[in-house]
């Protein structure tokens, strides 16, 4: 197959390789502006690479607050929050999919309405119950109330669904127990669905802003989000450099995750798109 | 007219060689079926004709005019695909016509003609229907209509009836042969079933690894095939094929060439075998005879040999058929014919 | 302890067998109930109510819902929250198709174009916020910068209430228009490469296929994208609140940020977040309603 030079060949091209840039260069400014010293950052013209990089920045963000707390806290939250959705997850699509009850569509069809109710409408009510219970203080209000991640249920159930009976039922006849037949013989085969929800929560709570926003209320249980945020009130005028030095820690992971197995994030995000 | 003619063809996907420097040549009017096991090429030339699988390198003409370069839509071929690629959110109508509106011709020989065309089709009364309403049988006339309402020069068809159940598939194949007799005009026609192949096409082409094994009409290919490959491919049960002593050269018979007798028989060829299983058909049975360690299918209006028994097989000369060492046939005017025959 | 369901009559179940799925879907029901389906009800009785979280709240009927429906700031909350989503949904949307359909052939070039524009998608909205804000900072910006060399004037960005809408719904485009894009693309590869080379053979040329094959073929997953994108521009808080503070003045003040400030900034004024908070959740009902209904019509399907 030949390959035919076009001027609109060459034009798309370019037009690509500008994509490119519009995408990752502020990705790019981002982590060398965490490099630079003030001056430097605001110098016009501006530099492409730090003329000395200044892991310093990097110290001042770390003291700045308790970032190692920050940190934890990040961690904590996200993998705890993984793992009351799996436990939750779970079981409640097994039930969805394999069983037959009273009352399945009623209690599914809560779910698929959980599903279109946002946080940014429940709040309030959920901050006044975590300010009655006195957990304001701890992590809980940041893991539990995302517990039941209803497009999580939903979508697995789907592929439980297109699980066999047959095997189920060659398992019974094998004399499994319930259990067994939940971990031998649903998980295996639900595992490439499984890893992708549970990736995609744990990227979107170690991103979250807005709910730990709401819920934290000291220092002690920020996540590495709020910790970066609470860099911006430091002396009024805005340290650049030690502000995104901030976000280069909250996003370096996730570009170098991302790097590595893009093909596999992607594909989890943009089937579970497709109905 | 509309012969097809291919030269030096050759067609690489990234380093796997498909077709290399094939030439062919497919007969005006004729309805040339294109056969072989999957990978053999056969679907690639149908598409190199169509020009939506364009060849690597060499020249494909069509009446004498070289349409290598051409876009699809100018070569005046149609086709109709294995999956009917009907456009599911289009009406009937609306996919019969969508070529003819493309090509800017005129509203009211539009209409007339998707109605002459359905019509004969037999979807005259489902024109305003959706496809994800009609049955496969349906759907696959639809893609015929399409194809009909360009009156091309050339109708390829690449396993049309494949995903058809069995009683509309042999109604359907019916139907084709009657509708190349009416128009006239060249099907090229790829299957794997080799039913169809023989009861459809005018010539067959028999493809293997992207080499031509044989081309001729249905007779001349089961009666007087060119190589191992050919005299296996075509007829069911196979036909049977035994080695001369430590030798590549073999010799070969069809089961319906053998005759079973209780006493020798005066044939030229003449074995006394055991029958080691048997199945009836009703019409016909089928035995599996074995004799020096040798298994022969052999195909009988008779009925009546038992499993187990003795019994002497028999086959006339002319019935025996010689290959060589580089599986290609020994004709009996080749001069080795008969000094293998006499081995027998 | 295992249940051997063989040798019993058909159809009979044992006490333990007929509980066992509700026992299954207990726990998510149960964070289900208590972090959706409560939250909710509480938020709609309470927005009938009058409360400053700390006394008992009064029964105050629709009151809420007048005060807040006369106010200029609520009003323009609503209509910053629509203009926002319009543009960002509208831009967001047709620029994607258009870059799925550019991009849609499997090429070095395409794949890596692909991949870097969805980048942003799985990078925090925070600091996504806080790299363009420094971009787009009025006096040491990278964005002016650009502008003054190519001869144009400097822009205030987040700090003018005329160009401050534009750079967070820019911020939004940005980080979107990959994930968009992706979806698409995906879509797209699911239409069946043999309608095309049919549409070949009809002589249909570029356009005609996009629009006579392409675009109904995957109208299914549009729409869903269309409703989701919507819903969630419709519950913007992250950038607002990193860029612009809802400022200058009340520029770019989002519902969202209007039910925050309503429920924590500003004192005893619980009902009114409450009622805004209804509000919001009926225009993201009505919006996936809508979508269901339409979803039966006038979308195609196999």
């Not at chain 2, 004709?49 to 839509?73: H, N, R």
Request: with cysteine; hydrophobic share 45%; glycine share 6%.
């Amino acid at each position: 197959m030949k390959k035919v030079i076009t001027p609109w060949s060459i034009l798309s091209f370019l037009l690509k390789i500008l994509l490119i840039v519009v995408f990752l260069f502020p990705f790019y400014w981002m982590i060398t502006t965490g490099f630079k010293t003030y001056q430097e950052a605001i110098a016009y013209p501006p530099t492409l690479w730090p003329k000395e990089m200044q892991w310093g920045n990097f110290v001042k963000v770390w003291q700045s607050g308790p970032y190692l707390t920050y940190l934890l806290n990040s961690f904590l939250v996200s993998i705890g929050t993984l793992m009351i959705q799996f436990l939750v997850m779970v079981p409640a699509s097994y039930a969805f999919a394999k069983f037959e009850f009273k009352g399945r569509g009623f209690f599914f069809a809560i779910v698929m309405v959980a599903f279109m109710v946002p946080q940014q409408v429940t709040f309030i009510s959920i901050f006044t119950m975590m300010s009655r219970a006195n957990l304001l203080k701890t992590l809980w209000p940041q893991i539990i109330p995302h517990a039941a991640n209803a497009f999580g249920i939903f979508l697995l159930r789907q592929n439980f669904m297109q699980i066999p009976d047959e095997l189920l039922e060659s398992a019974r006849l094998d004399n499994a127990g319930e259990f067994q037949i939940l971990t031998k013989v649903m998980l295996p085969m639900g595992k490439p669905t499984l890893v992708s929800i549970l990736m995609l929560s744990f990227i979107s709570t170690w991103n979250d802003y807005f709910w730990p926003f709401i819920m934290a209320s000291n220092q002690n249980v920020y996540p590495l989000t709020l910790g970066i945020d609470a860099l911006r009130d430091v002396e009024g005028a805005f340290d650049w450099e030690i502000i995104m030095a901030g976000n280069v820690i909250l996003v370096v992971p996730i570009i170098i995750v991302y790097a590595l197995f893009h093909k596999r994030i992607v594909r989890a995000f943009a089937y579970s798109g497709i109905k | 007219m509309a012969e097809i003619r291919f030269e030096d063809i050759t067609k690489k996907f990234g380093d796997k060689v498909i077709l290399d420097r094939l030439n062919l040549s497919i007969e005006d009017g004729s309805f040339t079926v294109m056969i072989g096991p999957s990978g053999c090429g056969k679907t690639t030339l149908l598409r190199i004709i169509a020009g939506i699988g364009p060849q690597t390198s060499g020249k494909v003409y069509l009446d004498g005019e070289d349409i290598s370069g051409l876009p699809p839509a100018k070569r005046n071929v149609a086709m109709v695909f294995q999956n009917y690629a009907i456009y599911p959110t289009m009406t009937v109508q609306e996919n019969i016509e969508f070529g003819l509106k493309n090509n800017k011709v005129p509203k009211a020989e539009r209409e007339r003609l998707v109605k002459e065309i359905s019509e004969i089709v037999g979807i005259g009364d489902m024109l305003n229907r959706k496809p994800s309403t009609l049955s496969g049988g349906q759907r696959q006339r639809i893609a015929l209509a399409r194809a009909m309402v360009k009156k091309p020069k050339v109708f390829l068809m690449d396993e049309p009836l494949s995903n058809l159940d069995a009683k509309l598939r042999v109604s359907m194949r019916t139907e084709l042969i009657e509708l190349h007799n009416r128009l006239k005009t060249t099907f090229v026609y790829v299957t794997h079933d080799q039913t169809e192949a023989m009861s459809m096409g005018t010539n067959i082409i028999l493809m293997n690894k992207g080499i031509i094994q044989q081309e001729a009409t249905p007779s001349v290919i089961y009666h007087d095939p060119d190589n191992l490959f050919t005299a296996q491919f075509i007829g069911s049960p196979q036909m049977n094929i035994i080695h001369f002593d430590d030798s590549a050269v073999c010799y070969g018979f069809r089961p319906e060439k053998v005759h079973l007798t209780n006493e020798p028989g005066q044939y030229f060829y003449t074995r006394r075998g055991t029958i080691v299983t048997k199945e009836m058909l009703g019409s016909e049975t089928i035995y599996q005879v074995r004799y020096a360690g040798n298994s022969v299918m052999v195909k009988s209006l008779e009925d009546t040999f038992e499993q187990d028994s003795e019994v002497y097989v028999g086959v006339k000369q002319k019935n025996i058929l010689l290959f060589d060492e580089n599986e290609m046939r020994i004709r009996p005017e080749d001069p080795r014919y008969d000094g293998w025959m006499q081995k027998l | 302890m295992t249940d051997k369901s063989i040798a019993r009559p058909a159809g009979y179940k044992t006490p333990w067998e007929k509980l066992r799925p509700y026992i299954y879907i207990l726990p998510a029901m149960f964070f289900l109930a208590l972090f959706t389906v409560y939250p909710v009800i509480d938020m709609v009785i309470r927005s009938f109510e009058k409360w400053n979280l700390v006394a008992t709240p009064t029964w105050v009927g629709l009151d809420n819902y007048k005060y807040i429906f006369n106010r200029k700031e609520f009003i323009d909350a609503i209509w910053h929250t629509v203009t926002y989503a319009i543009f960002v949904v509208g831009l967001g949307l047709s620029l994607a198709t258009l870059f799925a359909v550019w991009l849609s052939k499997s090429t070095f070039m395409n794949n890596l174009t692909r991949t870097v524009m969805f980048m942003p998608h799985v990078i925090a909205l925070l600091s996504v916020a806080m790299v363009w804000a420094w971009i787009m900072n009025k006096n040491n910006g990278l964005l002016n910068l650009v502008l003054n060399f190519f001869g144009l004037p400097s822009l205030k960005w987040a700090d003018s209430s005329d160009t401050a809408m534009m750079s967070i719904i820019i911020v939004a485009l940005w980080k979107a228009i990959g994930y968009n894009t992706m979806l698409i693309y995906a879509a797209i590869q699911n239409v069946p490469a043999e309608l095309y080379e049919a549409a070949d053979l009809d002589n249909a040329n570029s356009v005609k296929k996009f629009f006579k094959i392409t675009l109904p073929m995957i109208s299914p997953q549009m729409f869903m994208l269309l409703i989701t994108a919507t819903t969630g521009s419709f519950r913007v808080f992250d950038t607002v609140r990193v860029m612009t503070h809802g400022g200058p003045g009340t520029s770019t003040q989002v519902l969202v940020y209007y039910i925050y400030k309503q429920a924590f900034i500003l004192n005893g004024k619980v009902g009114y977040a409450f009622a805004a908070a209804v509000v919001l959740m009926a225009m993201i009902g009505v919006l996936t309603l809508a979508y269901f209904r339409v979803l039966s019509k006038r979308v195609h399907y196999q």
